[in-house]
């Protein structure tokens, strides 16, 4: 009987990708934000909000600020996850919510005025 021989690197690349469980962990020089999910309940949302505030400067959120407008739950959410998830390290549990939020390697900055930061490589 034939025995399947897997060469250690190959299997050691299949279990780091299993475990993760984020493809987006494994590219490299990448630039990566975390959003709301286009679906996430406005609730959950603005508990998510209200967590990531807690800890990261959502200033450019309040009334007059630079990511006020469009004032809507899922835009300032995305500001303050993002702003958390850049803060506390940019690992793939510091963009969880609740499963309200996700890593996105596009840049989700919707005006010239509202810039959302991201630190470098995932």
């Not at 190959?10 to 990566?32: D, P, R, T, Y």
């Not at 709301?36 to 998510?48: C, E, I, M, R, T």
């Not at 506390?88 to 010239?112: E, K, V």
């Amino acid at each position: 009987m034939a025995k399947l021989a897997m060469p250690g690197p190959v299997l050691s690349f299949l279990l780091l990708f299993f475990f993760l469980g984020e493809i987006s962990m494994l590219v490299n020089g990448q630039k990566a934000w975390c959003v709301a999910k286009p679906a996430a309940p406005q609730q959950a949302l603005q508990s998510a909000l209200d967590y990531a505030c807690n800890y990261a400067d959502c200033s450019p959120t309040k009334k007059g600020g630079s990511c006020y407008d469009p004032d809507r739950p899922a835009h300032h959410a995305s500001f303050a996850m993002n702003a958390y998830y850049q803060k506390m390290g940019r690992n793939q549990w510091n963009c969880h919510f609740n499963n309200t939020s996700l890593i996105s390697l596009a840049d989700p900055s919707y005006n010239p005025c509202c810039q959302f930061v991201s630190g470098g490589s995932v």
